[in-house]
């Protein structure tokens, strides 16, 4: 895909074309994010705003049929490569847009048209167990509706969130592909929280059940989960092992909870041990 960037990235009719068509086809707007990505993470959000409104406009478009995800994942992707270009630090950047997302979820975006009832009552009719489980909720107080429009936001949420890391990521490895070959890798690989970052992320979880933001608590472990991930990629490529190691680790990680509980708790640890810098003077 190097060649799609280097071709985009000649002038801004061909950057703004390929991300309007990407938009414009279903489950291909993370192509058109990436590319939004890409011209802001070289040229700033100044020159790429033409290159966003070529993207947003048919984003707006599905976001008028009932699909919130195209258009929120355009944006946020666009405010974290503006962030990163301007601190350089993806720790700053994932939790810019955690907290971001954590916001749209809060306020109901990702909510479907007509709210969460219609397709409750799907369920209901097509699962007795889980009509049965609702009923004796509802007989408790719980407010059933309200429930399944905070679970549907929050994993929608968090759909979101992720591909908007990986939409970035994508950016920054065209970017460095063609003016910085290698750059990407040895970003990612460095990738760490710093201990303010951390007490910041167990701050806006905490601030999350005290005044009842579910959303925020659910979300805030993304960045020490993208941290998590980094140390395992720059532990094997310090290590020289073979990317097998990493098959292995993704598969574990899509599969298995226990593997990302794991990550996660790595990362807080590498906050404070920085077991790359340990290895480093190992060698």
Known sequence: MLALARWVMRGTPQAAVTALIAALIPWLFWLSAAVAALVTLRRGLGPGLPVLIAAALPAGWWWVQGDAVPLASVLLVTLMATIL????????????????????VQIGIFLPP??????LEQVRQNSAEVDG????????????????????????G????????????????????????????????????????????????????????PMATMLVWVPL?????????????????SGFWLVGFYALLLTTWP?????????????????????????
């Open 85 to 104: 270009r301007a601190r350089l630090r993806w720790g700053d950047t994932l939790i810019a847009g955690t907290l971001v997302c954590a916001v749209l």
């Open 158 to 213: 968090l759909v979101v969130l992720l591909a908007a890391i990986a939409c970035l990521a994508l950016a920054r490895s065209w970017q460095a592909g063609l003016y910085n070959p290698g750059g990407f890798r040895e970003e990612f690989h460095a990738l760490r929280l710093s201990a303010k970052e951390l007490l910041l992320l167990v701050g806006v979880g905490v601030l999350g059940l005290v005044f009842a933001m």
């Open 225 to 241: 989960l993208v941290a998590g991930v980094a140390l395992v990629h720059g532990w094997i490529g310090m290590k020289g092992m």
């Open 133 to 156: 489980m609702l009923t004796e909720l509802s007989a408790q107080g719980v407010s059933t509706e309200q429930l399944a429009g905070m679970l549907i936001s929050g994993i929608t």
């Open 114 to 119: 007509g709210g969460a009832g219609p397709m």
């Open 259 to 283: 593997t990302i509980l794991i990550v996660l708790l790595l990362a807080v640890v590498d906050t404070f041990a920085d077991f790359r810098a340990r290895l480093a003077r190992n060698h």
